[in-house]
């Protein structure tokens, strides 16, 4: 089994757990070992899937603005926790291919592994919620036929990116890739580069 398709298992996994209960604050249990890929993979996916259901929320029409603000707050929040675990995943490739004699003609792929992979765990969620609605009872037929023909490319979006992944990791593998990490150098979360927060000092 490729990485990516082991990957794609474990997101399938998490997206299964968290709509036992379908619920926001729902605890994750995480049935990966510490500090392991797969246990990172799973918390990746988790973040992403309650994120997906909190920019729901707060789109009702409906909502008390209070609640809102505290909603927006904490997709701020699980913005940042999902960029700082998609750094760590990163650190498990630069692991992984630290000791790759690189060839001399070797090129840098325009993202890295990581934030590849985590195109795929949106993609999970994006072909999980959209089967739904292709197969919903209750909806227009135009909207279930739409629907249908946007699960067909997502799933073929889903079999190029996997593949496209997996060949990035067998050239980083055999020496002609390498990857450079670039942090995510986040101005609106550091309270000493947001104008609005140091000027309130």
């Not at 692991?95 to 195109?119: C, H, Y």
């Amino acid at each position: 089994m490729s990485f990516c398709e082991s990957s794609f298992e474990i997101f399938n996994r998490v997206i299964a757990d968290y709509h036992k209960k379908d619920n926001v604050d729902t605890p994750i249990s995480n049935p990966y070992a510490q500090n392991t890929i797969e246990n990172r993979l799973y918390l990746k996916n988790w973040i992403d899937t309650v994120q997906w259901h909190l920019e729901d929320i707060i789109r009702d029409p409906e909502i008390d603005p209070v609640n809102a603000l505290a909603i927006k707050r904490r997709i701020d929040k699980s913005n940042q926790d999902r960029t700082d675990l998609v750094e760590m995943i990163d650190s498990y490739f630069l692991e992984q291919f630290g000791n790759v004699k690189t060839l001399a003609d070797a090129t840098i792929n325009t993202e890295s592994p990581a934030w590849a992979v985590d195109r795929l765990s949106i993609l999970a969620l994006k072909i999980y919620h959209m089967e739904i609605e292709a197969n919903r009872t209750d909806s227009d037929k135009q909207v279930q036929a739409k629907c249908k023909e946007k699960l067909a490319v997502l799933l073929e979006q889903k079999k190029d990116l996997m593949q496209a992944i997996d060949t990035l990791l067998d050239d980083m593998q055999n020496g002609r890739k390498y990857m450079k990490v670039y942090k995510q150098m986040k101005m609106y979360n550091d309270p000493a580069l947001n104008p609005v927060l140091y000027k309130n000092k």
